[in-house]
């Protein structure tokens, strides 16, 4: 996979931490493969929006990225539950269903973006820039390629 | 069933095949379901609900589903993995996904379900209203069916009807 030069938070140049919630293992070893070639650390995972919500009180992740089909809770539901309880919470959806509804319900409920599956590295790596702003800063490590 | 329902389909397999597995697709056969249906290998099956019901079928044999999960996982796969089926699953539903985004703009509402591993051997036979039509997508790790069996929500259609005072 396509290295990316590296985003590491602002305030102590640490990796970035991500939560990755899908109910498909496929999918969050895809996202996981993309997270390390973006220099990132994923502090967990879960496989439903129930399990999502003890995963980031445990981990406290920089990012959460969001499935928003999956048993038990629903993906936009469980991102409207951790934002109520931590407003600075950054979560992406990461979804095949990107309809409009979908779309605004999500960031209605907090949701910072939207990446449609199947996920494009190139598209993640701008959007999760994008979604850390200032708290977020590319490191011009050698190797790094993109 | 309408060709304006089994085009995103046919669109989304396409697009979702060729960036995962990084080849050119294309459809080598499509056809209307005569008799049941009869699983090939690994099937992935994903219901839908809405304005438009039915089932989406992905069925690829099992040393396609072997070649197409380590194609898109970066890795030799073996056929026991339990990532093969999972990988199947997530194709299904990307592919279905995609294109209900795109029937949705077009004014169509649904509800995707979670995609499940399909393991009888066959299934029923569709009926009048709900014809299954049979996609083969010919791709460089081999062949991957999609058996579509959708019917409009007569119920649905009918209050769309009343309230565009047809």
């Known amino acids: 996979m396509e290295q990316f ?38 502090a967990s995972e879960a496989g439903d929006g129930l399990a999502a919500i003890t995963e980031y009180d445990r981990t406290d992740p920089d990012i ?18 951790i934002v109520q309880q931590h407003p600075e919470a950054r979560v992406v959806m990461v979804s095949s269903v990107g309809y409009q509804e979908n779309i605004v319900a999500a960031l209605q409920r907090g949701a910072r973006h939207f990446v449609q599956k199947p996920v494009k590295p190139e598209v993640l790596y701008e959007v999760i820039k994008y979604v850390l702003g200032d708290e977020g800063s590319v490191s011009n490590a050698a190797g790094a390629g993109a | 069933m309408k060709m304006e329902l089994i085009q995103p389909f046919i669109n989304a397999a396409d697009a979702v095949l060729a960036q995962g597995l990084q080849c050119c697709t294309s459809i080598a056969n499509l056809s209307m379901e005569e008799e049941g249906y009869r699983r090939k ?120 009807a009343v309230a565009a005072g047809e």
């Not at chain 1, 959460?64 to 539950?81: C, F, N, R, S």
């Not at chain 2, 219901?47 to 079928?57: A, F, H, K, P, Q």
């Not at chain 2, 796969?77 to 995609?98: F, K």
Request: include cysteine.
């Open chain 1, 5 to 42: 030069a590296p985003v590491r938070r602002s305030k102590d140049g640490q990796p970035v931490r991500y939560l990755i919630v899908d109910d498909s293992v496929f999918a969050r070893r895809n996202l996981a493969r993309m997270i390390e070639s973006f220099g990132g650390q994923v």
């Open chain 1, 64 to 81: 959460v990225l969001m499935d928003i089909t999956m048993p038990q809770m629903e993906g936009i539901e469980a991102a409207g539950k």
């Open chain 2, 41 to 160: 290998g690994v099937a992935a099956l994903v219901w839908l609900t809405g304005d438009i019901e039915g089932r989406i079928i992905f069925d690829l044999a099992p040393e396609t589903a072997v070649r197409v999960a380590s194609r898109m996982a970066g890795a030799e796969l073996p056929e026991s993995d339990e990532l093969v089926r999972e990988t199947i699953c997530e194709l299904a539903n990307q592919v279905i996904g995609n294109a209900v985004t795109t029937l949705n703009d077009e004014g169509f509402h649904f509800r995707v379900h979670p995609p499940a591993l399909h393991t009888s051997d066959e299934g029923s036979r569709s009926s009048e209203d709900t014809e299954a039509l049979v996609m083969c997508f010919e791709t460089a790790s081999g062949n991957v069916f999609m058996n579509v069996a959708l019917r409009y929500n007569r119920r649905r259609q009918a209050d769309r």
